[in-house]
């Protein structure tokens, strides 16, 4: 079993920048690709950013590109989020995930949350106008 704990989020104001950090423990061996998931009032969960097994490959929603950025370093088995530019809508509870199958190459990722096993609690982030 893979543990997951977010951190890092809060309330800032548009054009600010916030970094999350998802903290592993337990069985992290197990971890593949990684990423990261919001999901705003009343809406569905949506994908925002993902990163493969050997960090090299990393892919984001349209709305983030340019603005977010995701990393991972396994050796403090963490995973990041660097956030720019903040916007309103933005605004949502931020999710870790983790994939627990590695056996699908170091470079695999995926944007769909049903590929990930392991999920955190969330952590908020609210943009003001």
Request: net charge negative.
């Amino acid at each position: 079993q893979v543990q997951l704990v977010e951190s890092g989020g809060g309330l800032v104001q548009a054009g600010d920048s916030l970094r999350l950090s998802c903290l592993a423990s337990g069985s992290t061996f197990y971890m593949g690709a990684m990423a990261w998931f919001r999901q705003a009032p009343e809406k569905e969960r949506e994908f925002v950013a993902a990163v493969s097994l050997n960090g090299r490959e990393t892919d984001y929603m349209e709305s983030v590109k340019g603005r977010f950025t995701i990393s991972r370093d396994d050796a403090r088995k963490s995973m990041y989020l660097q956030m720019t530019r903040l916007k309103p809508e933005d605004t949502a509870l931020y999710y870790c995930a983790a994939d627990r199958d590695r056996e699908l190459g170091p470079e695999f990722l995926s944007t769909s949350q049903y590929s990930y096993d392991y999920w955190g609690q969330g952590t908020q982030v609210t943009v003001s106008s």
